[in-house]
DNA sequence: CGCCCTATTGAGACTTGTCAAGTCGGGTGG
DNA sequence: CCACCCGACTTGACAAGTCTCAATAGGGCG
């Protein structure tokens, strides 16, 4: 729905950093790991670190009192989680799959950030990212059909493949996950999915792993503008 | 949604300033005025400036090319646009009444932060709470029926008004640009306006003066969660 | 007073949600 | 190794919500 491609997986905390600057960096790392299923951190808890996901999988959700969940993002490797946060967490981050993690805690981030200016110009353009993300989805949301709905999630994850598996794509989530993340049921889902089958748009090997037969059309149908 | 109050209407960039760092903030500005209907910046145009809205009311929103509409936010006094974005804007902001805008040039101002922590900190929270906004935005999308979703809007005006006028609010938009903002066409905004009339959940003088009856109604179903 | 634009209301179609039944597949235990 | 079991996914029938199209009402401005 933006001109903008898909500079976003290229760019992290480290682009452009001398290699004293990446060391002052990396001296604030610690790495955790989670299993399936583990939470980095839950909602409305406060806010003490910045995470740049390595391998894995992650999950951000927020979940109501009465039991409705919405998927905020799926984050695959080189993404950032808490950059862009004030005191609390405002969503839940859990894994999909193992994952590996390296932490930073936010205060000598931040001080680090007042010292290295390409850190703290780094640090903005992620957060633009991540907010360009999230207009995406709410225009995805507002605007978007099932099916087209599905293409945008689609093409999120293709594009972050490497260029010769981008029509391959594991998929990693639930229906639910999905459903939650579209805005939809795992009826409606499933559904959609049938559909961009028997359309010859997408082929289902399995549950969780599906090919793109036809990019253009998944394109068109996830920009829908 | 969220546990967060509306502390953003009180947060501006000056806040915690000194007298001479506001000085050295103000030595920046210069002012802008729109009349209604007019841009003050179109999608997809490089991004120079960061603004601060004084009077009046904008609206943020991105079109596509088939016609598409989404609105992003409705803006009021105290609101700042342009904050978050990387090298091109990536919506359309116009006026929706005569408005007062205060624009800052952007790299003297990302110079400005360099020296004044407090007002570096004061943007890092204001591109918080944008993006909190969002992420509402997001799940008000994803989760909510129509006539929550116009309690959802109801209650982020009502929020902003001073504490006296709360239950009285000026819709200065029209119902299509409601209906874009909310995901929905503009006959469901109308229903939805006539369920809330007829449950005696608001009362609506005028197309654009309504009056929230049960303010708690309201929140329930503007969060619904 | 009348015109025009916006908003409301109504009827019917379409999309999505709900509920229920059935299928698939991976994992476990015999 | 096979059969069963259980959770996840798919499919179907129907209900509910929203959209589309059309007609009507209302309000502001000349």
Redesign the pocket.
């Known amino acids: 729905m933006s001109p903008r491609q898909n500079t976003q997986a290229l760019l992290t905390i480290y682009s452009g950093l001398s290699r004293e600057e990446i060391a002052a960096l990396d001296a604030l790392v610690s790495y955790k790991t989670l299993e399936t299923g583990e939470y980095l951190f839950h909602q409305h808890t406060p806010g003490r670190s910045v995470y740049m996901l390595e391998e894995g999988t992650l999950m951000m959700e927020r979940s109501s009192s009465t039991g409705r969940r919405q998927v905020m993002a799926f984050m695959q490797p080189g993404n950032f989680i808490g950059i862009t946060h004030n005191e609390h967490y405002e969503f839940t981050v859990s894994a999909l799959t193992p994952a590996k993690i390296r932490e930073l805690p936010i205060k000598p981030f931040i001080v680090l950030q007042d010292e290295i200016p390409q850190l703290k110009e780094n640090v903005r353009r992620i957060g633009g990212n991540i907010l360009a993300h999230t207009l995406d989805q709410v225009f995805a949301l507002g605007q978007k ?3 087209e709905r599905l293409c945008f999630l689609l093409k999120q994850l293709s594009d972050r493949q490497s260029p010769q598996r981008r029509h391959l794509i594991e998929l990693v989530m ?3 996950d999905i ?1 939650d993340y579209l ?12 559909k961009l089958k028997r359309e010859k748009v997408i082929d ?1 090997y ?3 792993t599906v090919e793109i037969l036809d990019k253009t059309i998944v394109e068109d149908l996830a920009l829908a503008d």
Chains 1, 2 share one sequence.
């Open positions: 059909k099932a099916h639930t229906r639910q459903a805005g939809l049921t795992i009826e409606t889902v499933s559904r959609a999915f049938g289902i399995s549950a969780h």
